[in-house]
């Protein structure tokens, strides 16, 4: 008597941590109303993170041309020291 009060408490305890499986697996149901509200919102992020990494990238272009002008109208000459000559090092 005692084997089978024990298999059923096992068995009750089974089929309800079960139950509670199943229960917690179900997808949440969302009002149709807000599941259009959180897409608009995911599409807008969308849309506003691909604008920051547009000017952001214009922006790296923007300084790279400068850079390119700066470097194109300096004169970077090098020019070897005479071999008696000390070599002069700037420091910052």
Known sequence: MKNIV???AVLFAAV???AQTQQQAQ???VHPNAD???TARVQLEKDTELKILE???ESR???ERARMQMIEGSNFSVQNPAPNQPVQTQTF
Do not use: H, V
């Open 36 to 38: 259009y509200i959180r």
């Open 16 to 18: 309800s941590a079960s």
């Open 61 to 63: 272009l923007r300084e």
């Open 55 to 57: 000017k952001l990238e």
């Open 27 to 29: 997808p949440l149901r």
């Open 6 to 8: 024990l298999l059923f």
